[in-house]
């Protein structure tokens, strides 16, 4: 069933097409119950500057874009940002409601560039990280993010599970103001938003084993061990954009689009549960609905002009395990399709003492990390930890199959006892590939120093690589990587299973 959503991922994210804005993701963050008060995000923008700007001749095509090239500033005028809690009016089942406070957040969206191109980036409501598909470095899209309000007020007492209305007004002329049109009186906790909501329910039973998948999903989860209380688990998902349910109309993107894992102990219980937002909703309007086999609008794509790309097609996500064997199963929705995968997962003891090699990632993907954080990208660190060795960020891809014209890079982390007490020790690296059929060794590289990635006052080292393929023909190999330290601890070898393809795409994969 295709669900007005009640959880939904981040700020107003908008796209500039042939001239005309469109709204690319969620309008803004669910409405929440937090401390006994909803809060209700807002935004808000000029409606006339927003109508001028739409109205933009087809052969104008590019016109937003360069126009927001030549003056940053262009969407401060947009978006309103001096408000204050008197400016709004908000409703609640049609009874006015007294705004306790309003408060401005910023977006939690950036652009990223990197070695594939840009693409956009969205920190979902759980922490995750939802990004979009690749477009050239020359693209004169503007992809665009607004602020927006929170409002907040104390409500009535209503039964658990009960839903309410809510709409919201500004006291000032000529501006329009985006909220979601329902909240639901569910407790869940912050990782896990869609626990207690119809989709989320939908997801709980996607995750069951045997479970058709009608959605192509590749998943990767690797173990950093850190911290003896907890390991840092990394999770990647990447999907088909193309073949979740959406559609178009006026320009503005309908989907419901999420994510939920669930982690299992080796006894069958639950662990840990977590789920995610991507897209959308525009508050009271009617769907279509997509629980009708024959429904036109499930067959029929309708797309923008020059067929961009409005859809998230990776999914990244990062949570804390303690020492065990586990299993995880995630899934990821459309509404009404699902697609489903499942993996084991160790999480070996920690020993501060003892040299100690992590997972090895692999990446096709690098981008250098900008000297100035936006406030975008700070919200992003605060939700994950990024790859990062000598001031490159790699992002792990859930899909190991290169082309011999790629660059595979390996990113491992090395916790070396001797880097506080001895801080020239030397830990040296060895890397090489073998077949993965028959384990021969294929290729063997020279012996790696680690210590030009070494920081001061941590005995982490966090390393990365970047191994050629010209000289690898087609077939199945594993890139294994070993350390061993100047106290003669050396540890054992971690492999990462990948293919070479035979020829290169008509497109790049990611």
Request: hydrophobic content about 40%.
């Given at each position: 069933?295709?669900?007005?959503?009640?959880?939904?991922?981040?700020?107003?994210?908008?796209?500039?097409?042939?001239?005309?804005?469109?709204?690319?993701?969620?309008?803004?963050?669910?409405?929440?119950?937090?401390?006994?008060?909803?809060?209700?995000?807002?935004?808000?923008?000029?409606?006339?500057?927003?109508?001028?700007?739409?109205?933009?001749?087809?052969?104008?095509?590019?016109?937003?874009g360069h126009q927001v090239a030549k003056n940053e500033k262009l969407w401060d005028s947009i978006a309103v940002k001096d408000l204050t809690a008197k400016n709004f009016h908000l409703f609640e089942d049609g009874v006015e409601q007294k705004i306790q406070r309003a408060r401005l957040e910023p977006p939690a969206f950036r652009v990223v560039e990197d070695n594939l191109g840009k693409h956009?980036?969205?920190?979902?409501?759980?922490?995750?990280?939802?990004?979009?598909?690749?477009?050239?470095?020359?693209?004169?899209?503007?992809?665009?993010?607004?602020?927006?309000?929170?409002?907040?007020?104390?409500?009535?007492?209503?039964?658990?599970?009960?839903?309410?209305?809510?709409?919201?007004?500004?006291?000032?002329?000529?501006?329009?103001?985006?909220?979601?049109?329902?909240?639901?009186?569910?407790?869940?906790?912050?990782?896990?938003?869609?626990?207690?909501?119809?989709?989320?329910?939908?997801?709980?039973?996607?995750?069951?084993?045997?479970?058709?998948?009608?959605?192509?999903?590749?998943?990767?989860?690797?173990?950093?061990?850190?911290?003896?209380?907890?390991?840092?688990?990394?999770?990647?998902?990447?999907?088909?954009?193309?073949?979740?349910?959406?559609?178009?109309?006026?320009?503005?993107?309908?989907?419901?689009?999420?994510?939920?894992?669930?982690?299992?102990?080796?006894?069958?219980?639950?662990?840990?549960?977590?789920?995610?937002?991507?897209?959308?909703?525009?508050?009271?309007?009617?769907?279509?609905?997509?629980?009708?086999?024959?429904?036109?609008?499930?067959?029929?794509?309708?797309?923008?002009?020059?067929?961009?790309?409005?859809?998230?097609?990776?999914?990244?996500?990062?949570?804390?395990?303690?020492?065990?064997?586990?299993?995880?199963?995630?899934?990821?929705?459309?509404?009404?399709?699902?697609?489903?995968?499942?993996?084991?997962?160790?999480?070996?003891?920690?020993?501060?003492?003892?040299?100690?090699?992590?997972?090895?990632?692999?990446?096709?993907?690098?981008?250098?990390?900008?000297?100035?954080?936006?406030?975008?990208?700070?919200?992003?660190?605060?939700?994950?930890?990024?790859?990062?060795?000598?001031?490159?960020?790699?992002?792990?891809?859930?899909?190991?199959?290169?082309?011999?014209?790629?660059?595979?890079?390996?990113?491992?982390?090395?916790?070396?006892?001797?880097?506080?007490?001895?801080?020239?020790?030397?830990?040296?690296?060895?890397?090489?590939?073998?077949?993965?059929?028959?384990?021969?060794?294929?290729?063997?590289?020279?012996?790696?120093?680690?210590?030009?990635?070494?920081?001061?006052?941590?005995?982490?080292?966090?390393?990365?690589?970047?191994?050629?393929?010209?000289?690898?023909?087609?077939?199945?190999?594993?890139?294994?990587?070993?350390?061993?330290?100047?106290?003669?601890?050396?540890?054992?070898?971690?492999?990462?299973?990948?293919?070479?393809?035979?020829?290169?795409?008509?497109?790049?994969?990611?």
């Amino acid at each position: 069933m295709f669900l007005r959503a009640r959880i939904a991922l981040s700020s107003l994210v908008l796209l500039c097409i042939s001239g005309k804005l469109a709204p690319v993701a969620a309008a803004q963050d669910p409405i929440r119950v937090q401390s006994h008060e909803v809060l209700v995000p807002t935004v808000v923008f000029d409606k006339v500057i927003y109508a001028q700007l739409n109205k933009m001749k087809p052969h104008h095509r590019d016109s937003s874009g360069h126009q927001v090239a030549k003056n940053e500033k262009l969407w401060d005028s947009i978006a309103v940002k001096d408000l204050t809690a008197k400016n709004f009016h908000l409703f609640e089942d049609g009874v006015e409601q007294k705004i306790q406070r309003a408060r401005l957040e910023p977006p939690a969206f950036r652009v990223v560039e990197d070695n594939l191109g840009k693409h956009p980036e969205i920190v979902g409501s759980s922490g995750g990280l939802w990004s979009y598909p690749d477009t050239p470095k020359t693209d004169m899209r503007a992809w665009l993010a607004w602020p927006q309000y929170v409002l907040a007020y104390v409500p009535a007492k209503s039964p658990a599970g009960s839903c309410h209305q809510i709409q919201v007004k500004v006291d000032r002329p000529n501006l329009e103001v985006w909220t979601r049109g329902e909240y639901c009186n569910t407790d869940h906790p912050a990782s896990d938003p869609l626990t207690g909501t119809e989709f989320g329910k939908q997801l709980e039973a996607a995750a069951s084993p045997g479970t058709p998948s009608a959605i192509e999903l590749k998943m990767k989860v690797w173990v950093f061990a850190d911290d003896p209380a907890a390991a840092r688990v990394y999770l990647s998902l990447e999907f088909p954009w193309q073949a979740l349910l959406h559609e178009f109309r006026d320009g503005t993107l309908y989907a419901t689009i999420g994510s939920l894992l669930m982690v299992y102990r080796k006894d069958g219980t639950l662990a840990a549960r977590y789920s995610d937002f991507a897209c959308c909703d525009y508050g009271n309007e009617k769907k279509p609905n997509a629980s009708d086999p024959q429904a036109e609008w499930q067959h029929v794509v309708t797309q923008p002009p020059g067929g961009e790309t409005m859809l998230p097609d990776r999914y990244e996500t990062q949570f804390a395990l303690p020492p065990g064997e586990y299993q995880v199963r995630a899934v990821l929705s459309d509404g009404l399709h699902f697609g489903g995968r499942e993996a084991p997962l160790t999480v070996a003891s920690y020993d501060a003492g003892k040299l100690e090699l992590s997972d090895v990632v692999l990446s096709r993907r690098a981008r250098k990390v900008p000297a100035e954080a936006s406030e975008a990208a700070e919200q992003v660190a605060k939700s994950y930890t990024p790859l990062t060795s000598k001031g490159v960020e790699f992002t792990p891809t859930a899909d190991p199959e290169f082309w011999p014209s790629n660059m595979l890079f390996a990113y491992f982390e090395i916790n070396d006892p001797l880097t506080d007490r001895q801080p020239g020790a030397e830990v040296q690296v060895n890397m090489r590939i073998t077949d993965a059929e028959s384990g021969a060794e294929v290729d063997r590289f020279a012996p790696v120093d680690a210590t030009a990635y070494r920081k001061a006052g941590t005995p982490l080292i966090a390393m990365a690589r970047g191994v050629p393929l010209k000289r690898l023909t087609p077939g199945a190999y594993r890139l294994e990587v070993q350390a061993s330290n100047a106290r003669g601890q050396t540890t054992e070898w971690r492999s990462a299973p990948f293919t070479v393809m035979e020829a290169a795409p008509l497109e790049p994969l990611r």
